[in-house]
């Protein structure tokens, strides 16, 4: 449906909301013949980060679902910003993906017009002002963490706009039982492999403790020294090894009365397909 | 045949009395003129052949659908270059006094002018480097790219509207 009714306008890029009527129109016909209109893919997501000693470490779930079924067993929610600034997203995964590209060609920008590399700050900033401005219609909750000449620093931003500057932050569907086990056993400035262990069981609550999460656990460790990305850092949910065999010998079940009734078919009409197999 | 409420190209005006240099009244009149607060009214009669609804290329009819606008968002992305614009010449004809915001805005208005015919798209690259476009990458250069618009206007008519002798 484009632009043929208002040919004297100037066109103009960006969101066009030609199709919005047609759509309200659509849903409630829709509704009212009791079927639902496809939602869109949400990422119902365990994301968490925590500043420790020497920077900070970001982690999530690697499980995308689609309303109540599994649409990507491992999605990959940890996004590139800057190579010092890294940020996971969760709540629609297209507004997450889309949202942190932006933000990441934006940053490549400012930095080659600045001559000088991004600040977390600068990047929180444009994300809020870019959220705001679409007033919560982009579903996305970000977490944004990196280290740059003012220290290692964690933000999260929220779908409308709102953000904090907390030494750990956890957000997504299985937010509440991940930021359980960071009040319970936080500290600042630990070690490197403690505050591994610790993101780790944060986000296995989340995977074991909700529904939206699941699958593995991956890890990004940023320093001052550079990032390292651990892709399936944990894999709690695998199915495990049957340890014996668990069918019944054949016998076992005593036969008491046995009736065997013939059916005379016929046949009409054979025709063979070959299947593709290769 | 639909029109914009507001007609072809807008005027900017800034309003002639001021304030002494220590006076907080805001004069944010200028570019009230051009905001559009309004989504464009759909002329009465409809526009298919015969005079039938074209439900093909206009969708779905319903008198609401034409009057309101049916997204939360729609006026303020409207109006949203035009709303940034009017805070960011408040702002500097406070600071800066009023000839700074004139002498932006005789550059933009020189920078507007250059254009390509009416139904070719222009890239406005004078206009984008002044408003500091060039620097940022938004949905608007995403989405709905108008270089790779699969319509383009019917050249005569856009260039009579664009004339005013339509």
């Known amino acids: 449906m484009l632009h043929s009714a208002k040919p004297c306008e100037i066109q103009t890029g960006g969101f066009c909301f030609e199709n919005t009527r047609r759509n309200a129109v659509l849903e409630s016909s829709l509704s009212e013949s009791g079927y639902k209109a496809p939602g869109a893919r949400k990422t119902g997501t365990t994301i968490a980060g925590i500043v420790f000693k020497d920077g900070v470490i970001l982690g999530a779930d690697t499980r995308a679902t689609d309303d109540m079924v599994v649409a990507d067993k491992n999605c990959v929610k940890i996004h590139f910003i800057?190579?010092?600034?890294?940020?996971?997203?969760?709540?629609?995964?297209?507004?997450?993906?889309?949202?942190?590209?932006?933000?990441?060609?934006?940053?490549?920008?400012?930095?080659?017009?600045?001559?000088?590399?991004?600040?977390?700050?600068?990047?929180?900033?444009?994300?809020k002002q870019m959220l705001f401005r679409y007033q919560g219609q982009i579903g996305a909750s970000l977490i944004v963490g990196g280290v740059d000449v003012t220290g290692p620093q964690l933000y999260s931003v929220y779908p409308h706009g709102s953000y904090d500057k907390l030494p750990?932050?956890?957000?997504?569907?299985?937010?509440?039982?991940?930021?359980?086990?960071?009040?319970?056993?936080?500290?600042?400035?630990?070690?490197?492999?403690?505050?591994?262990?610790?993101?780790?069981?944060?986000?296995t609550a989340g995977i074991f403790c909700d529904l939206g999460s699941g699958s593995n656990v991956d890890l990004c460790v940023i320093t001052e020294a550079g990032v390292e990305m651990l892709r399936g850092y944990d894999k709690p949910a695998t199915k495990g090894k049957r340890e014996g065999q668990y069918r019944y010998k054949p016998g076992t079940t005593a036969v008491l009365t046995k009736t065997v009734t013939p059916f005379p078919l016929v046949v009409v009409d054979e025709s063979v397909q070959i299947m593709d197999t290769e | 045949m639909c029109r914009?409420?507001?007609?072809?190209?807008?005027?900017?005006?800034?309003?002639?009395?001021?304030?002494?240099?220590?006076?907080?009244?805001?004069?944010?009149?200028?570019?009230?003129?051009?905001?559009?607060?309004?989504?464009?009214?759909?002329?009465?009669?409809?526009?298919g052949a015969y005079g039938v609804q074209d439900s093909l290329r206009s969708g779905f009819t319903s008198v609401k659908n034409e009057l309101l606008p049916s997204h939360p968002l729609e006026l303020s992305e409207k109006n949203f270059m035009l709303n940034q614009d009017k805070m960011n010449f408040s702002s500097l004809r406070?600071?800066?006094?009023?000839?700074?915001?004139?002498?932006?805005?005789?550059?933009?208005?020189?920078?507007?002018?250059?254009?390509?015919?009416?139904?070719?798209?222009?890239?406005?690259?004078?206009?984008?480097?002044?408003?500091?476009?060039?620097?940022?990458?938004?949905?608007?250069?995403?989405?709905?790219?108008?270089?790779?618009s699969e319509m383009m206007g019917e050249p005569h008519m856009m260039v009579e509207y664009k004339l005013g002798l339509m």
């Open chain 1, 82 to 127: 800057a190579p010092n600034i890294y940020c996971c997203g969760a709540g629609v995964a297209a507004d997450a993906d889309v949202t942190t590209q932006i933000m990441s060609s934006n940053v490549e920008l400012h930095m080659l017009n600045t001559g000088r590399p991004a600040l977390v700050t600068m990047v929180t900033r444009q994300l």
């Open chain 1, 168 to 203: 750990f932050l956890t957000m997504g569907s299985g937010a509440a039982a991940a930021v359980s086990v960071f009040e319970d056993r936080f500290k600042p400035n630990m070690e490197l492999e403690e505050a591994k262990q610790l993101v780790r069981e944060a986000i």
């Open chain 2, 4 to 47: 914009n409420v507001n007609g072809t190209q807008p005027d900017i005006q800034v309003h002639p009395t001021e304030s002494g240099r220590n006076g907080i009244t805001m004069n944010t009149r200028g570019l009230r003129s051009q905001l559009k607060d309004s989504v464009p009214v759909a002329g009465l009669c409809p526009q």
């Open chain 2, 94 to 148: 406070n600071i800066q006094g009023l000839h700074a915001p004139l002498k932006l805005q005789m550059e933009y208005r020189a920078a507007r002018q250059i254009q390509r015919l009416p139904f070719l798209q222009s890239s406005n690259l004078a206009l984008d480097t002044l408003r500091g476009n060039d620097e940022s990458i938004g949905f608007e250069d995403i989405l709905n790219d108008p270089t790779q």
